[in-house]
């Protein structure tokens, strides 16, 4: 079997290749990276997430429909 250095990406295999993280694991290049925005990007931003996210439980919602309609 492979070790994972054979299988993972050249930049994964630097301990830290995920970022700065704090105490608690949160990834602080991220909060880093919002706050350079003003609360209205932030805000707007969360508005195309959101719609995004329910865009994709609505698809998953009619693919589990799909599936339960081929069963029968």
């Known amino acids: 079997m492979s070790s994972d250095a054979t299988i993972l990406p050249e930049y994964m295999r630097s301990p830290t290749w995920y970022g700065?993280?704090?105490e608690n694991g949160v990834d602080l290049s991220l909060i880093r990276e919002n706050l350079k925005?003003?609360?209205e990007e932030r805000l707007r931003q969360g508005d195309?997430?959101?719609g995004s996210t329910l865009r994709l439980m609505e698809h998953a919602r009619r693919s589990r429909q799909e599936q339960?309609?081929?069963v029968r």
Do not use: C, K, N, S
Request: no cysteine; aromatic share 8%.
């Open 20 to 22: 700065e993280q704090d």
């Open 37 to 39: 925005l003003t609360p």
């Open 68 to 70: 339960a309609a081929t």
């Open 48 to 50: 195309v997430y959101a």
